[in-house]
């Protein structure tokens, strides 16, 4: 969850950083890339969830073949 976190709060920067900019392109480009790390957060997000949801025996035949 450390990632998730790390990409909120980069989001959250970059929002912070956009509201510095008077030129509509820069500050259009922030909130775009703010916008992705949100973005990313929740499918990390929904990754996670997604492996912690698994059985246990099929995590372990995935890793398994993961790492021959």
Do not use: W, Y
């Not at 509201?19 to 775009?32: A, C, M």
Request: hydrophobic residues 40%; proline residues 4%.
């Amino acid at each position: 969850m450390q990632r998730v976190e790390t990409l909120r709060d980069q989001a959250n920067l970059l929002r912070r950083l956009a509201e510095s900019f008077e030129l509509p392109q820069i500050k259009e480009d922030l909130l775009h890339l703010a916008a992705r790390c949100d973005e990313l957060a929740a499918n990390v997000a929904r990754a996670l969830a997604d492996e912690r949801s698994r059985p246990v025996a099929e995590l372990g035949k995935r890793r398994v073949k993961e790492h021959p």
